[in-house]
């Protein structure tokens, strides 16, 4: 009779096997930006970055229709250049398409807050590119309990629509850095969820933001159907002079809702 007996791995090789065989994993997850479409035609035939952005999401979303994004960027620019633009993707949502931003050199530094409808678990995806062309990529995966893109709509009743909450210092002193904060009271319905009468109500979103500052831009937002309801973006910004401070809100149908602020700087 023939006995076979298991090979005998030392701890150190054992451990090492286990730590090849994340990595390995963990490279394969990292790239999955390189596999979405959506992904690939904003980032073109640039060379890309894996470094400096950084993506914060819950690990566990217990209610994918409003799961909190944070969005930085702690890499190395040259003293004039700034992040001008960021792409978010959500790759198993019915529309990837989460949100993107155009900043301008006052937007700085990169520290964004918004909230998104996650219609699965699944890897969400942010793109970066600097005013000088370098690209940036970062993902983070993140486990939904609830689908956010089919739940029904939230948000404000319709009396409470298109009103604006917003937060703005009323002054920064020179080569200060504040931040702005904005929420408005909107369903954002994805013409995928249906209403309590049973109704599947159309696409009614806010489809853009706009933030100036005496004029001159601070950040132009894209929204897609797989942002939350109520958008609620947070940003910073560092600017060279004070002036007035107009954001303005627009929906699809093309109602929108415009506030404004004063904000001396020195």
Not at 120 to 131: D, F, H, K, N, P
Not at 135 to 148: K, L, N
Not at 171 to 183: C, D, F, H, K, Q
């Amino acid at each position: 009779m023939f006995l076979f007996r298991s090979p005998i791995v030392s701890p150190r090789l054992a451990a090492l096997l286990l730590a090849t065989g994340l990595a390995a994993t963990s490279a394969a997850q990292a790239q999955s930006w390189q596999r979405v479409d959506a992904v690939q035609q904003h980032i073109g035939d640039a060379s890309v970055q894996t470094d400096g952005l950084d993506i914060e999401l819950p690990l566990v979303a217990e209610d994918g229709s409003s799961v909190p994004l944070t969005v930085t960027f702690g890499g190395t620019l040259s003293p004039t250049a700034h992040v001008a633009e960021l792409h978010i993707f959500a790759p198993r949502n019915p529309t990837p398409e989460v949100a993107s931003f155009a900043f301008g050199p006052e937007a700085t530094p990169l520290a964004l807050e918004t909230r998104v409808r996650l219609s699965e678990s699944q890897a969400v995806i942010v793109v970066a590119r600097t005013s000088e062309g370098a690209v940036h990529v970062a993902e983070r995966d993140v486990r939904v309990t609830t689908s956010g893109c089919v739940a029904p709509a939230g948000g404000a009743e319709v009396a409470q629509e298109m009103q604006a909450r917003v937060r703005i210092p009323d002054s920064l002193p020179a080569g200060g850095t504040g931040e702005i904060l904005t929420r408005i009271l909107h369903p954002m319905h994805t013409g995928l969820a249906d209403a309590p009468d049973g109704q599947t109500p159309p696409q009614r979103i806010i489809e853009s933001f706009d933030a100036t500052l005496d004029g001159r831009r601070l950040v132009h937002a894209t929204y897609y159907r797989s942002l939350a309801a109520n958008p609620y973006l947070r940003f910073q910004f560092t600017p060279t002079s004070g002036g007035e401070v107009v954001l303005t809100w627009t929906e699809d149908t093309g109602r929108s809702t415009e506030e404004e602020a004063r904000i001396t700087v020195g």
